[in-house]
């Protein structure tokens, strides 16, 4: 059974940073690609960043590119969204969910139907 657990999330002032974790279970991220997205109060869904299987390729959305990079630790099963210069509209519940295979983006853009798993997510608050 795969089962996702976001965590690394809280208050932090803008141009901040903050690391996100979401450790796996029950799959390999040899196999699985694993994304991030977000939803803001009164807002839809998102998607920020994905790390495919096999050769890890990694995409981002233009709002979040040069300032979000996220990695993979295999033998953890654990993926990581380091995020810098955070501005108060990263403010966000922060989810990770995952799909065999690569990565499913448009424009580099995680598309949230095409994943089947997620976790519970992790609260953002991007504020002074």
């Known amino acids: 059974q795969v089962q996702l657990v976001e965590s690394g999330g809280g208050l932090v002032q803008p141009g901040g940073s903050l690391r996100l974790s979401c450790a796996g279970s029950g799959f390999t991220l040899e196999y699985y690609a694993v994304a991030w997205f977000r939803q803001a109060p009164g807002k839809e869904r998102e998607g920020v960043s994905c790390?495919?299987?096999?050769?890890?390729?990694?995409y981002y959305a233009d709002s979040v590119k040069g300032r979000f990079t996220i990695s993979r630790d295999i033998a953890k099963t654990t993926v990581y969204l380091q995020m810098q210069s955070l501005k108060p509209e990263d403010t966000a519940v922060y989810y990770c969910a995952t799909r065999v295979g690569r990565c499913a983006n448009v424009g580099g853009v995680p598309i949230g139907v095409a994943y089947d798993s997620w976790g519970q997510g992790t609260q953002v608050t991007v504020s002074s």
């Open positions: 790390v495919s299987s096999t050769d890890g390729s990694t």
